[in-house]
């Protein structure tokens, strides 16, 4: 079944459901780093090797704070901010007693509406361990993608920041709530929001009706050992811990439900795959609003002691003073960042040494491109990770040792203990290695499902617990996946997933258009842009700028059409359905240098 070698670091093995990664089962299969970080108990022998751990991601950190007190966690170049393991624990207990004694209950969404602030991942494990469930907010969202958002996930709390880009998040929430000025604080009596108790900003300024970070902390005092104790004993693994809301492929946006099991474990193998270990040191600019952010990064450090250097958002120059500064061994980004990096006027003036390794995510990347990654910036062990936040996410990861080849153009093989197939879309019946059709997975890491949404979760994941990922993709006979299109019509932007259908909707509200299709743009520097082909009414006229104008501040930027069309009529099929793909054709003729 292809070339692996006996003692590779993971083997896979094939199955009559496709290829299903394992541990190896030779001498040189690291166990003794599974039983260092609890992931699997010594097993008889003969005994199959489980490496699925049953644990809550409040149980991973206080296990990684007891073996590495005084490694650093938490880093901020910018600003000096420093926490130990030790440390950030203790502040985690501080943060989650004083969410307790605000009333938070257990499976309460706590939504997080905020760029990578230092109390972002004090809050992710502080709503973890009193059994809350952490709701992550695009930080690029607008008044109506927020209150969809609330509305449609009945949350009761929510922290904020003071806003970002062109967005004041505080002015967003007095205007959603018009209560919040008047009313006692945790006793917000919203009309629109019945189900929102509790506004809070994640930093120490004081706003009208929101407790701010410092209060929380001083609340902690007034919830007892023994309640705290009591609460976190009674949360399973299988719990969900986090919601995040994704485009898909189809209807509006879904809150996928996530449990501790699933990312936690997950985390812990992408980090695995990395040979992540105490001493290593992650810069982690991508948003941790993300999975890229909070499992890939946070969840791969927290689980092998690594320390997590952190940029609020990405700006070049601050990703490479921390790198340098920092002396981090770890840099993750999607290819855009990388491109930024490289071609930055500073970048011959910082040391990039230390690196060896990381991620890169969100679309291909150019084989140059690699190139100059693993030879200018030394990231010769980066690797490369595919999947979708239904699956907690990664689905499959290239390994350190995988050549340029494998790194380009494959997406790498199945991470252990998940099941990946590739599917005859109309028949669901597996087809052979080299022939295209849909991806599935099957294991731990699959989403409970959507929130509220049965129907959408049935389709999404079979009786069998098989996940369709709605992409497209061809395995070879090694078990390397890549990824060759998509079965609906997502656009991912930067890394950024865009559904089309949310932006039709929204534009059918501009008096002047009578239909309107979005479809990708292939882009050079974002693999696709928006773009927007539009039917007007009869006697209207209009222009794109006038279409952006409607767009801005009522949807977020990177959702606005960059190209604009207007058409006569759409090519169909002979069953009336629009062909998008031609639009594609269409768009991609028209802005050959998009």
């Given amino acids: 079944m292809g070339n692996f070698p006996d003692c590779s670091r993971y083997g896979v093995t094939s199955s009559t459901h496709g290829f299903i990664a394992r541990p190896g089962t030779c001498a040189l299969f690291p166990r003794t780093r599974a039983y260092r970080y609890g992931i699997a108990s010594r097993p008889a022998q003969g005994a199959t090797i489980s490496t699925i751990r049953s644990a809550t991601l409040g149980q991973l950190l206080s296990e990684t704070a007891r073996k590495y007190p005084d490694n650093d966690a938490l880093v901020y170049v910018d600003r000096g901010f420093r926490l130990t393991y030790a440390e950030l624990d203790a502040m985690v207990d501080t943060m989650a007693k004083g969410l307790m004694a605000l009333g938070v209950q257990k499976g309460e969404k706590v939504a997080i509406w905020a760029t990578n602030v230092p109390y972002w991942v004090v809050l992710q494990f502080a709503t973890a361990r009193i059994g809350a469930v952490l709701l992550t907010v695009n930080t690029s969202y607008k008044t109506e993608e927020l209150k969809y958002l609330l509305t449609q996930s009945k949350t009761e709390t929510i922290f904020i920041i003071d806003g970002f880009r062109d967005t004041d998040y505080v002015l967003t ?341 009578r239909d309107v299709q979005v479809a990708g743009v292939p882009s050079r520097k974002y693999g696709e842009e928006v773009g927007a082909f539009i039917i007007l009414k009869d006697g209207c006229e209009s222009t794109p700028e006038d279409v952006r104008d409607f767009c801005r501040g009522k949807i977020a930027w990177h959702k606005i059409p960059k190209y604009i069309v207007f058409l006569d009529d759409y090519p169909m099929t002979a069953s009336g359905k629009v062909q998008k793909f031609k639009l594609r054709d269409l768009a991609a003729e028209m802005f050959p240098q998009a």
């Fill in 173 to 513: 929430l007095y205007e959603l709530l018009p209560e919040l000025k008047t009313a006692p604080r945790g006793q917000l009596a919203s009309q629109a929001f019945p189900r929102l108790k509790r506004v809070c900003f994640l930093g120490p300024e004081k706003h009208r009706g929101m407790y701010s970070v410092p209060e929380i902390l001083g609340l902690a005092a007034m919830t007892s050992d023994v309640q705290y104790e009591e609460r976190q004993a009674s949360l399973d693994p299988g719990d969900v811990v986090n919601m995040q809301y994704t485009s898909g492929t189809t209807g509006f946006p879904k809150g996928v439900m996530l449990t501790h099991q699933g990312i936690g474990n997950n985390g812990f193998w992408i980090g695995e795959n990395q040979n992540f270990g105490p001493t290593d040191r992650l810069c982690l600019p991508v948003p941790l609003f993300h999975c890229f952010g909070c499992v890939l990064g946070v969840l791969a450090a927290v689980t092998h002691g690594s320390a997590m250097i952190v940029c609020e958002t990405y700006v070049p120059v601050t990703v490479m003073q921390s790198v340098e500064k920092e002396r981090c061994t770890a840099l993750y980004g999607v290819p855009t960042m990388f491109i930024a990096i490289l071609d930055h006027d500073l970048f011959p003036k910082f040391d990039f040494s230390t690196l060896r390794t990381g991620i890169m995510a969100g679309s291909p990347c150019p084989a140059p491109i690699m190139r100059q990654v693993m030879d200018k910036m030394h990231m010769t062990e980066i690797t490369i990770c595919y999947g979708l936040t239904e699956a907690s996410p990664v689905m499959t990861q290239t390994r350190i040792e995988d050549d340029l080849r494998r790194k380009t153009e494959t997406v790498g093989r199945p991470m252990p203990e998940i099941e990946v197939k590739v599917v005859d879309p109309e028949t669901n019946e597996e087809v052979e290695p080299g022939v295209q059709g849909e991806v599935l997975c099957r294991g731990y890491n699959v989403m409970k499902g959507y929130y509220d949404m049965p129907e959408a979760t049935a389709k999404a994941v079979s009786p069998e617990g098989w996940l369709h990922s709605g992409d497209l993709g061809v395995m070879d006979g090694d078990g390397y996946l890549s990824i060759t299109g998509r079965l609906k019509d997502m656009i991912i932007r930067g890394g950024e997933n865009i559904y089309p259908k949310e932006i039709e909707e929204f534009l059918y509200t501009m008096d002047c258009i």
